[in-house]
């Protein structure tokens, strides 16, 4: 779930957990989560007065023990039948309750219990050990969430996220798994790639599809065409590196994902529609058929006059809405003049 923007004002909670559920920018006052379960769930920007937590909560969630640290207002904690205490006090007790916690393979906790100190270097060592244990026991959904707390918590830079990200793919061999258990795997190997080396910074992504008429014969124009992509995407904001990747359908497919904040994805996205035939806003990318007039088109490429068939698709995805854009032209595709670089 998703719950933002919300007061829990002199309310009473019963009966009722939850878990894998982002609150964002949400107030809590005058409330008790004694008998209420929260896992897994993700607190950003959120203020708390006169709240009650249990304490075995605490470490099963991102972003709460930080929230709970820079809050004004003192914070209760409940030990069940031991009564309340204070905030600093519960984290001294949590780290007694580490050993249990690696007896019983609770890494997330761990994670959460060691990260109030910055202890990355046990953190780095940790999680070598926490991935063994969820992969030998085929538990993907443990391992995403594993990959999702490291990544939301900002706990290493992004060559380190490549090299967990690596191990996994390295570690599991999906051919010998049963065939439930494989297709479970590549669900979540998907989530876990896309947390891990694609787009760790959670940012809105686009994917351009650019199919050309490049084959093994004549493979060496991928090169020229990959360049002024680069070169492109670079010049338009040099943040926002994109990930190129090659399928040979004969002829081959360009396949470019590129993850940045929205102002800079809709900067590209525009150049490259406006390129293949007049962009001007977003508007345009959703229901315009509008096309630049056949004076204002690009000039051809006069090292090759041969025309080929040619298509780009164009998929924008911002939080629930996705963008699906389809055209197809008849242009020089082999030929670098076509991009703007």
Not at 148 to 161: G, Q, R, S, W
Not at 322 to 341: D, L, P, Q, R
């Amino acid at each position: 779930m998703l719950i933002e923007d919300c007061d829990f004002i002199d309310s009473t909670i019963v009966h009722s957990s939850f878990e894998e559920t982002i609150f964002n920018n949400c107030h809590f006052k005058n409330l008790s989560f004694k008998e209420v379960g929260v896992r897994f769930c993700e607190f950003s920007n959120c203020r708390f007065e006169n709240v009650t937590f249990p304490i075995l909560d605490l470490a099963s969630n991102i972003g709460l023990i930080d929230l709970l640290l820079s809050q004004q207002s003192e914070i209760q904690i409940s030990l069940g039948t031991k009564g309340i205490t204070s905030l600093a006090h519960a984290i001294q007790l949590l780290y007694n309750l580490v050993p249990y916690y690696h007896k019983t393979h609770q890494y997330y906790q761990i994670i959460n219990i060691l990260l109030i100190n910055n202890e990355q270097k046990k953190i780095w060592e940790l999680l070598h050990e926490a991935f063994n244990y969820v992969i030998e026991a085929n538990d993907f959904p443990a391992l995403l969430g594993l990959c999702n707390l490291i990544v939301k918590l900002h706990v290493f830079d992004e060559n380190k996220l490549k090299l967990l990200y690596n191990r996994i793919v390295e570690t599991v061999v999906p051919e010998k798994l049963p065939y439930h258990l494989m297709k479970s795997y590549l669900v979540y190997i998907k989530n876990i790639q896309n947390l891990l080396l694609d787009n760790p910074s959670q940012y809105p992504t686009a994917q351009l599809i650019l199919k050309t008429d490049i084959d093994d014969t004549n493979r060496n124009n991928l090169l020229p065409i990959i360049n002024d992509l680069e070169t492109t995407i670079n010049v338009i904001n040099s943040d926002a590196s994109p990930v190129i990747q090659l399928k040979h359908h004969s002829p081959y497919e360009i396949i470019v994902f590129i993850c940045a904040e929205l102002p800079v994805l809709l900067q590209i996205c525009q150049t490259f529609y406006y390129t293949f035939g007049g962009l001007k806003s977003l508007k345009d990318l959703i229901g315009s058929r509008h096309e630049k007039t056949q004076n204002n088109k690009r000039n051809s490429d006069s090292m090759n006059n041969t025309q080929t068939q040619k298509s780009i698709d164009v998929s924008l995805n911002i939080g629930v809405l996705s963008v699906n854009f389809h055209k197809e032209t008849t242009e020089h595709v082999k030929s670098s003049e076509y991009f703007i670089a």
